[in-house]
C-alpha cells in the first residue's frame, strides 16, 4: 500500500480528495518535484512572506529552522523553487502547517494544492497516529482546508496598536523571562499549547531584538510574553496570562518597551477577555483567521489565551 492509500485507508480525508489525490495538470515536459527546503530555501520562503506584507520577525527564517530544520516542504518546477511550507512537528501528538506561499507566477495551476496535500501527509507521517494537526486559514480558504480533514475551531484577529506616548506605570510583578526557572516556564506554557514545547520555548523566549517578560505572585507564574521586533513594529506572541488583569500587566510593560512604534497581537476571538483587551486599548482589527484542527481539537486553557504564538508555525 502506498503513502497516499495508507493515509485514505485510515479514514481522516473527505471523498473530495480521495477521488483526486492529485487534481492538478501537467504541463508538457514539465519537470516537478516535491522535497524538503534547505536553509537557504527555508530563509527564501520567510522572504517571499515579507514581500506579501506578512511583516515577519527579523529572526524568523533563523528561529524556524533551529526549531524543526525537517520541517519545510516545497516544490520545486524545472528546477526553480516555486512554493513551500512549513510542516513543524512540536511533538509526537501535535504538528503545524504555515508558512504556505506560492511565487505569483506559479498560482493558479494546482500546484500549490499538489504541494498543500503532500505537506499535510509529509507531516502526518511525523507524527504518531492519532496526532492532531494545526493551522491557520484565512477565509477563502476555509473550505478547502476542510475538504482536506481540518474543521473549524476559532477566528483569531490581528490587532494593531500605538502604545500612548505616556504608558501606565510598569507593575513590580513584571520579571525577565531569563529570571524565571525555565521548567516553571515550561510548566505554565503546557496549559496554553497542545503538548511541550521546550526546544522551541527555549529558542523563542531568548531570541535576539525581543522582550520576554512573565508575571508572577511569589514563586509562581502567573503570566507571561514575548515581544519581538519585525520588519515593521513589535509583534507580540505569545500572551499567555491567569487573567485580564495580568495580561494588562504584561501588555504594559511591552507598549513602554516598543517606545510609541506600532505592535500587533493575535488574539482568539473565543477568549472573550482578550477582546476586551484589544478593544479596552482603541486597538484596530487588520486581519483575521480560522484556526483549524485535523484531528482531536487540543484540550488547552483558551481563557489564558490572549495573544498566539504566530500564525506560521503555530
Known amino acids: 500500500m502506498g503513502d497516499w492509500q495508507a493515509?485514505?485507508?485510515r479514514g481522516l480525508f473527505s471523498s473530495f480528495l480521495v477521488e483526486r489525490p492529485f487534481p492538478e495538470p501537467t504541463m508538457a515536459n514539465e519537470v516537478r518535484q516535491i522535497r524538503l527546503l534547505n536553509r537557504i530555501e527555508q530563509s527564501e520562503l520567510v522572504s517571499w512572506a515579507n514581500k506579501e506584507g506578512w511583516n515577519p520577525g527579523l529572526h524568523d527564517a533563523d528561529l524556524f529552522w533551529e526549531i524543526d530544520p525537517d520541517g519545510f516542504l516545497g516544490i520545486e518546477v524545472?528546477?526553480?523553487?516555486?512554493?513551500?511550507?512549513?510542516?513543524i512537528r512540536h511533538n509526537p501528538t501535535f504538528g503545524f502547517m504555515g508558512l504556505f506561499i506560492m511565487r505569483p507566477e506559479y498560482r493558479s495551476r494546482k500546484l500549490g494544492t499538489t504541494l498543500w496535500i503532500a505537506r499535510r501527509d509529509r507531516l502526518l507521517s511525523r507524527l504518531d497516529a492519532g496526532a492532531t494537526v494545526g493551522l491557520d486559514a484565512v477565509d477563502t480558504m476555509v473550505p478547502f482546508y476542510a475538504r482536506g480533514g481540518f474543521v473549524p475551531h476559532a477566528r483569531q484577529a490581528?490587532?494593531?496598536?500605538?502604545?500612548?506616548?505616556?504608558?501606565?506605570?510598569?507593575?513590580?510583578?513584571?520579571?525577565?523571562?531569563?529570571q524565571i526557572p525555565f521548567q516553571k516556564l515550561i510548566e505554565y506554557d503546557r496549559d496554553c499549547f497542545?503538548?511541550?514545547?521546550?526546544?522551541?520555548?527555549?529558542?523563542?523566549?531568548?531570541?535576539k531584538d525581543a522582550h520576554a517578560i512573565g508575571v508572577t505572585k511569589g514563586d509562581q507564574i502567573v503570566g507571561y510574553s514575548v515581544m519581538r521586533r519585525c520588519v515593521s513594529g513589535w509583534k507580540i506572541g505569545p500572551l499567555f496570562a491567569?487573567?485580564?488583569?495580568?495580561?494588562?500587566?504584561?501588555?504594559?510593560a511591552h507598549a513602554q518597551r516598543s517606545a510609541g512604534e506600532r505592535i500587533f497581537l493575535d488574539a482568539p476571538q473565543n477568549n472573550p477577555a482578550a477582546m476586551e483587551l484589544c478593544r479596552s486599548h482603541g486597538m484596530r482589527e487588520v486581519f483575521g483567521c480560522v484556526r483549524m484542527y485535523l484531528g482531536v481539537a487540543p484540550k488547552i486553557a483558551s481563557h489564558k489565551i490572549f495573544s498566539i504564538t504566530n500564525f506560521e508555525i503555530g
Do not use: N
Open 78 to 87: 524545472d528546477y526553480v523553487l516555486a512554493g513551500g511550507g512549513a510542516i
Open 242 to 252: 491567569d487573567s485580564f488583569a495580568h495580561a494588562q500587566e504584561l501588555l504594559a
Open 194 to 207: 497542545p503538548g511541550l514545547r521546550a526546544h522551541y520555548l527555549e529558542l523563542w523566549t531568548r531570541q
Open 7 to 9: 493515509v485514505c485507508y
Open 158 to 178: 490581528r490587532f494593531e496598536w500605538v502604545a500612548p506616548s505616556k504608558p501606565r506605570a510598569i507593575s513590580s510583578d513584571i520579571t525577565p523571562l531569563a
